[in-house]
């Protein structure tokens, strides 16, 4: 089989028509034509169009007509699917009860190794209001604090349980 009768064969298996397969690897349809009725050769351009139109055809086969036209497919392995784990939210790996808190080498003494106006916690892991861990005593509201008149936010973050997250500046 001849490299013109092997592209009519492409074109064949395509089920398009000669245009149609022209316009589908961006020829023009006379070469079609004239490479099917065996008056011209087609270029090594065209068959790559060929090719990159059609991966499933051997380069093998289009270029010398040896072996089969289309690559065997490779036997499939059913594999069980997994249900998609997600991946843990940031809060989630934070132990909040000891957040921030680091044993020191004597093992007596616990510090807090970031800059904080929270004191560690005790050893009983006493309950503690939200004023407290703001800093903020129970009667004051947190901006009336000094602490937070001498600071001023500059950036706020939001994460969202689908991993997304928003970052805000004033």
Do not use: C
């Amino acid at each position: 089989m001849n490299l013109n009768e092997r592209i009519s064969k492409i074109i064949e298996y395509s089920e398009l028509s000669s245009s149609e397969f022209a316009d589908t690897i961006d020829v023009q349809r006379s070469n079609i034509s004239h490479i099917t009725s065996g008056r011209n050769k087609p270029s090594l351009d065209f068959l790559i169009k060929i090719k990159e139109r059609f991966p499933e055809i051997q380069w093998d086969w289009l270029i010398k007509g040896e072996g089969e036209m289309l690559i065997k497919p490779e036997p499939e392995i059913i594999v069980e699917k997994q249900k998609p784990t997600s991946l843990p939210d940031l809060f989630t790996l934070i132990d909040d009860d000891n957040f921030g808190i680091t044993e020191s080498e004597d093992s007596t003494q616990k510090h807090i190794p970031r800059e904080s106006k929270i004191s560690a916690q005790t050893p009983e892991k006493e309950k503690i209001s939200d004023f407290q861990r703001l800093g903020v005593q129970e009667n004051q509201t947190p901006l009336q604090t000094p602490e937070n008149q001498k600071s001023k936010i500059i950036r706020i973050v939001m994460f969202y349980d689908n991993g997304k997250f928003e970052s805000f500046e004033p």
